[in-house]
């Protein structure tokens, strides 16, 4: 899709109700209920992390989103694909600065390029004991990507024709924090497999996209 006309199309989405819950749930795994049960107490001292879906146009005009694959180390979220994002520092004023600093840090577009137009519902990871605060941002200059090496293994542009194509979702096998391996739903973009807390979030993206475009 030509980004002016996304870009127009997409200002709408300030004044809409937000998918919520019910849009994330259906890229759940099986056991999230469980394990939201089960960290309750948890959950009410989480520490705070935001993260961006920024969407931008590639040099051709076209409409993309970008998303990282993290580097592979010992933690929950080891080469997994996500939004660029992290933990809320001290300095920050609010979420929305960190979700804006991050993605300054780990993929280089300048926080005065992105103009945020929604904070999507927050999610709860129980591996981690994060709750995640994800904002819906645009930027109308197509990006330098500089990826932050130590963090970032690569970088994934996502075309949104690609992101909106219901062929995406499909049902895989993976491990786990808890050392099972269970079928979950997942998204397949750019032949990369998105799975769990970044793919709940992204479908409550997809579907609000959904009521506008």
């Known amino acids: 899709m030509d980004f002016n006309i996304f870009l127009k199309s997409v200002s709408k989405i300030k004044n809409l109700e937000l998918p919520g819950e019910a849009s994330q749930i259906k890229m759940s795994p099986p056991y999230r209920l469980e394990l939201m049960e089960r960290n309750r107490a948890l959950m009410k001292t989480a520490k705070q992390a935001a993260v961006l879906a920024l969407f931008y146009p590639n040099q051709d005009h076209e409409t993309h989103l970008i998303l990282i694959l993290r580097k592979t180390y010992k933690g929950v979220h080891s080469a997994q694909v996500g939004f660029p994002g992290g933990k809320l520092e001290d300095n920050d004023l609010d979420l929305e600065v960190t979700a804006l600093r991050e993605t300054h840090e780990e993929v280089g577009v300048p926080r005065d390029a992105v103009e945020v137009l929604k904070r999507m519902t927050p999610m709860y990871i129980p591996p981690s004991n994060f709750t995640v605060h994800p904002f819906f941002g645009v930027t109308q200059q197509t990006p330098k990507f500089i990826k932050q090496d130590e963090e970032v293994e690569d970088l994934i542009e996502v075309p949104l024709s690609h992101f909106l194509?219901?062929?995406?979702?499909?049902?895989?096998?993976?491990?786990t924090s808890y050392d099972l391996r269970?079928?979950?739903?997942?998204?397949?973009?750019?032949?990369?497999?998105?799975?769990?807390?970044?793919?709940?979030m992204l479908s409550e993206v997809k579907d609000l996209l959904k009521k506008v475009l």
Request: net charge negative; hydrophobic share 45%; aromatic share 10%.
């Open 165 to 175: 194509d219901e062929s995406t979702v499909f049902q895989t096998t993976v491990p």
């Open 182 to 200: 269970v079928e979950v739903p997942a998204f397949k973009l750019n032949n990369h497999v998105v799975w769990g807390a970044t793919a709940m």
